[in-house]
C-alpha cells in the first residue's frame, strides 16, 4: 500500500522530521522452524514483515493487515513476543523520512494465502534459519528469533531508568 493517507498529510506538515510511529512485525515460521524475511529491493536492510499502526487500528488487526499487504499470507497473531522503541528504533528511510518506532512484536500463524505481497513495497520473500539471517534494518533482540524463548515478552530495560526517574521526583 506504501504511506497511508493520515501519514502522508502528516509528512506534508512536517517534512522529513522525526516523528514517532507506532508499527507492528510479524515473526512468520515455516514448518522447518525458518523465518519469513522481507526485502524491498531499494537498498534498504532486510526486515520483518511489519508497518505502522494507522488511526483507530488495534496492533493486533494491524499486523494481520501488513502481512498480507506485503506477504500476501492470512496470519493470525498468536503471541506478543516484544515491545521496543526508543533511540535504537530510530531509522531514515532513503527519501529522508525520519521515524522512530515503537513495535509490537507478534508470533504469527499462517492460516492461508499464497506468499506473493499484495504492493509494491516488497522485492523479495525469502524464510531464512534464524542463526543465518540477514542483516536487519532495526535492532530486534536475538530472543525474538528463538523458539526457544523465555516465553515472557520481551521489552528494553535498563535499572539506570529507575534511578533517573526517582531523581526527577
Not at 515455516?30 to 526486515?47: A, D, R, V
Not at 514483515?49 to 494481520?64: F, H, S, Y
Not at 493487515?65 to 528511510?93: A, D, I, S
Request: glycine share 10%; net charge negative.
Amino acid at each position: 500500500m506504501g504511506m497511508s493517507k493520515y501519514y502522508q498529510e502528516l509528512r506534508r506538515k512536517v517534512g522529513s522530521e522525526l516523528i514517532f510511529m507506532p508499527s507492528v512485525a510479524g515473526i512468520i515460521r515455516n514448518e522447518s522452524g525458518e523465518i519469513l524475511f522481507q526485502n524491498k529491493g531499494n537498498g534498504e536492510k532486510w526486515s520483518l514483515p511489519a508497518g505502522a499502526i494507522e488511526p483507530g487500528e488495534a496492533p493486533a488487526e494491524a499486523v494481520v493487515r501488513e502481512v498480507w499487504e506485503e506477504t500476501g499470507l492470512h496470519v493470525v497473531p498468536g503471541k506478543l513476543l516484544g515491545v521496543f522503541g526508543g533511540k535504537e528504533f530510530r531509522y531514515q528511510y532513503p527519501n529522508g523520512h525520519k521515524v522512530e518506532y515503537v513495535v509490537f512484536v507478534f508470533d504469527c500463524k499462517v492460516r492461508g494465502g499464497d506468499l506473493n505481497p499484495t504492493d509494491s513495497e516488497t522485492a523479495e520473500l525469502r524464510y531464512i534459519s534464524p542463526e543465518n539471517r540477514p542483516e536487519l534494518a532495526l535492532p530486534y533482540p536475538e530472543s525474538i528469533f528463538t523458539e526457544t524463548g523465555s516465553g515472557k515478552t520481551e521489552f528494553q530495560w535498563d535499572k539506570e531508568w529507575v534511578k533517573l526517574a526517582n531523581q526527577r521526583s
